[in-house]
């Protein structure tokens, strides 16, 4: 089946406690990207990928870390994160930037103290 | 001033009805999706479109480029078609070109 998996779907930490949420898509992807939801604001997007080795930054990416070492996986690592980092986060790939479906995974639900 | 706006921001129906969700954008796009989140959380891609219309089962979406408008249909609603309802654009400009500019979304309750 084919699908974006986020790892953890629900997170509860501490201010300035590193995290990482992983992303996963199995559709051999070469654009993969990261939003974070708002009330009120909707989808922003954090950062994006092109392909292996490609990251760029999206909106909103201060913050945030990515990496693409793998076509298949694209970590969003936050160093130290802050109560204002408190979102609900979404991964998700397509065959050619924006221009095809988009696939999204789950969501993270995380929340800093 | 918002790159993707949408109306209504709430929508209530009851069951059978016509809906339609609009979509208007000020920037220039390749293309523009509609994106379903469900109340769990979860989101879907319904439509992608750069032209005309597109038809999928009860669902409609239509695109004019030149009034840089879309719209998307819902005939005979049901209580399922509840969830949030999102627009998103693909600029064709600048540093962000290719990427997804997303409207604030339309939360549709149908109720039976």
């Known amino acids: 089946e084919a699908q974006v998996t986020q790892n953890p779907r629900y997170l509860i930490t501490v201010t300035g406690k590193k995290l990482t949420v992983t992303c996963s898509q199995n559709?051999?992807?070469?654009?993969m990207s990261w939003y974070r939801q708002d009330p009120g604001l909707g989808l922003r997007q954090i950062y994006y990928s092109m392909n292996v080795e490609v990251t760029d930054k999206g909106d909103v990416p201060e913050g945030y870390k990515v990496s693409r070492k793998e076509k298949r996986n694209f970590p969003l690592i936050l160093e130290s994160p802050s109560p204002n980092q408190t979102s609900l986060y979404f991964c998700?790939?397509?065959?050619?930037?924006?221009?095809?479906?988009?696939?999204f995974g789950p969501g993270t639900r995380l929340t800093v103290l | 001033k918002n790159e993707v706006e949408q109306s209504p921001q709430n929508l209530t129906a009851q069951e059978g009805e016509f809906i339609t969700i609009n979509c208007s954008y000020s920037?220039?796009?390749?293309?523009l999706h509609w994106l379903q989140q469900h109340p769990g959380g979860g989101i879907v891609s319904l439509f992608m479109l750069s032209s005309g219309k597109k038809k999928h089962g009860r669902l409609i979406a239509t695109i004019n480029i030149q009034e840089k408008h879309s719209s998307l249909h819902i005939t005979a609603s049901h209580p399922r078609d509840s969830a949030v309802y999102i627009c998103a654009v693909i600029g064709d400009y600048g540093g962000s070109q290719g990427n997804l500019i997303f409207g604030k979304g339309t939360k549709l309750s149908v109720k039976p």
């Open positions: 998700a790939s397509s065959s050619q930037q924006g221009r095809n479906e988009q696939f």
């Open positions: 559709m051999n992807h070469e654009y």
């Open positions: 920037v220039g796009i390749s293309a």
